[in-house]
């Protein structure tokens, strides 16, 4: 089962996916079958809400198999975290380590039988917990180290200090240091959602976790500060978002993929199209923009023929394809939030 498990929108975790799919297969499941759910979520889940569902439906085997010896005839459950870099082709899949964490020792062979016929190595955690906890620990690292140095640009652009260069620098030290970039805000169907999905779960456990919740109230701000920036940027040639022609470059949540999920891209169109800007926006991997979960958006691509007619261009996604110096040659004011024109020095480009 390998589902989306998106936030609603108060930020609380929406398992619907995995209980909708849960109830669907159940009926057709029978004695001595494996059960793997792949899906991102909080430690617990396999064993608090995917197992009672198939017990529900008479699948009460499970109830004999948790912590005890299994037999040929009973089923197998396993959690095993999905572990993808979309766009990132330096590791074949199979390369990857896969991490498994079965209800049981039977469960966790069965599963490690199974992915080991596709991946080079296994990884046994003791319960399905371990493992959903792993997953969300790799993500919140990053999402963690990420909001770090998006917090410190913001203090950077205050202090006339280019972060970039910054962090350049300190990449030369060879130990107790590894890079992360400042962006638009985080992107994709894990790393934003992670630390939402535990800081949930810790309120069970009487635990306030707000170093992570911090994390994440970071991240999910960039996008406001780009629009903010983008406001700026506008007064200081005497105009106003409002009425103002902008495009915006990149709708992928990250470069060189086609993915929109939770894409930091469609909310700085929605906040500028908020404050009345009239919002086109170019991405080589989308043709057309529609309605989604949290946007209202319909939208077919542009094109980079006349960049010129435009007030503003935000570079949101750094895509491998485009030509940063034609864009900054034809268009009026630039604002660039990946460092895509690093190298290019011209008085539009306006870095936030």
């Not at 996916?17 to 057709?28: H, L, N, S, V």
Request: aromatic share 8%; proline share 6%.
């Amino acid at each position: 089962i390998c589902v989306p498990t998106p936030l609603d929108k108060c930020h609380q975790p929406d398992l619907s996916y995995i209980t909708t799919t849960a109830d669907a297969i159940a009926p057709y499941l029978h004695a001595g079958q494996l059960i793997v759910l792949e899906s991102t979520t909080y430690p617990g889940t396999t064993e608090e809400v995917l197992i009672p569902i198939l017990e529900k439906n008479n699948l009460s085997d499970l109830k004999a198999a948790r912590g005890e010896a299994v037999g040929q005839d009973e089923f197998c459950v396993a959690f095993s975290p999905e572990r993808e870099d979309p766009g990132n082709d330096s590791i074949a899949r199979r390369d990857i380590p896969k991490v498994v964490g079965g209800l049981n020792p039977a469960a966790a062979g069965a599963a490690a039988a199974l992915y080991g016929t596709i991946f080079n190595r296994i990884v046994r955690v003791s319960t399905p917990a371990v493992a959903e906890m792993t997953k969300l620990l790799e993500n919140i690292y990053r999402c963690v180290n990420i909001a770090l140095v998006n917090e410190l640009k913001l203090l950077a652009l205050r202090m006339g200090i280019d972060i970039w260069e910054v962090i350049q620098a300190a990449s030369t030290k060879p130990f107790g240091f590894q890079a992360f970039y400042p962006g638009p805000g985080l992107g994709g169907h894990c790393i934003p959602i992670d630390p939402f999905y535990l800081s949930w779960k810790a309120k069970q456990f009487d635990f306030h976790a707000r170093f992570i919740e911090l994390a994440g109230e970071i991240n999910a701000a960039m996008p406001y500060h780009v629009a903010a920036a983008v406001s700026s940027a506008l007064n200081q040639h005497r105009k106003t978002v409002n009425g103002a022609r902008v495009l915006v470059l990149g709708v992928a949540y990250k470069k060189d993929i086609d993915d929109l999920r939770e894409s930091p891209a469609l909310t700085i169109i929605e906040l500028l199209q908020k404050q009345g800007g009239k919002v086109d926006y170019h991405d080589p991997y989308f043709s057309h923009v529609g309605h989604g979960r949290h946007y209202d958006l319909e939208m077919d691509r542009a094109t980079l023929d006349n960049l010129e007619q435009y007030d503003c261009v935000v570079i949101v996604t750094d895509h491998s394809d485009y030509d940063y110096e034609k864009i900054v040659r034809e268009s009026q004011l630039v604002i660039d939030t990946r460092n895509a024109t690093r190298g290019i020095c011209s008085p539009k480009i306006v870095r936030c």
